[in-house]
């Protein structure tokens, strides 16, 4: 399961930038909702990672890691807001999003190997 370990480090790492980032942006008294809206959605991709990665069914993991997903592609349409409205800056957002992206390529993969296995399990 090395994808799983990929995706729970690059979670865990996203969630720091983002948690440095807001922190950065409660200093300087920019946009509270939006800056807890990225905090929770940010954080909550790698907490419903290790969740999954706790479950102990099949249908359960799936179902985890697909909320991981939706909060990645959430977190994804923040940074994009927040970039395009100048909130933060253009290289912050392009590496953010960058790391974003890979970690919604990578959930998506893995949920669409898990769904192709369980399919064709319960086809034979």
């Known amino acids: 399961m090395k994808q799983e370990n990929i995706i729970k480090k690059k979670s865990y790492a996203l969630a720091i930038s983002v ?10 008294h920019k946009d509270p909702f939006l800056t807890r809206q990225l905090l929770r959605s940010g954080t909550s991709i790698g ?18 890691m697909s909320i991981a997903l939706k909060e990645a592609k959430e977190t994804a349409y923040l940074l994009h807001l927040m970039r395009d409205t100048k909130l933060i800056r253009a290289d912050t ?10 970690i919604v390529r990578l959930l998506s993969k893995m949920l669409i190997t898990s769904r192709a296995g369980a399919k064709s399990h319960i086809d034979n």
């Open 19 to 28: 948690i440095n980032l807001c922190l950065c942006m409660s200093r300087q």
């Open 47 to 64: 907490a419903n990672v290790r969740e999954a990665l706790a479950e102990t069914t099949h249908r359960d993991v799936v179902y985890k």
């Open 93 to 102: 957002g392009a590496q953010l999003l960058k790391d974003t992206g890979e």
